[in-house]
């Protein structure tokens, strides 16, 4: 019986230009944040609500938020303040236009409302 299966050697050509092509974009994720907003990215499932409690103890501002609830544009002043962000929770901390800005367009916080009943309790 005749063996039809690649070696390692025949198919790692295929294979590193696979990893050039998908992890070349990843690349710019490693810059460093310039500027004075940074788009933050926490763990799946945070809310918008979370963003700005996380934001809040980290003393920022919230600028907007992506296109992912998880994902939130912050205003700093110095690179603690990132820091500080970090320990609250942020996985990575970007330029703002990272990936195009395609993930990082959203709605801002004054876009969040809450509802109110008629005994005037928010909810």
Known sequence: MRKTGHTLGQIAPAIIVGLAVTSAPLLGLAEPVTGDQAAAVFP???THRDI???ASHADLSVVRF???SNIGIVEFDDREA???LRDQ???FLL???ALGGC???GSTPALLETSSTSNGIST
Do not use: C, K, R
């Open 103 to 105: 993930m990082l367009i």
């Open 82 to 84: 990132l820091n500080a």
């Open 44 to 46: 799946p499932g945070w």
């Open 52 to 54: 700005m409690i996380a």
């Open 89 to 91: 929770g942020a996985w």
């Open 66 to 68: 992506g296109a992912f």
């Open 95 to 97: 330029h703002p236009q």
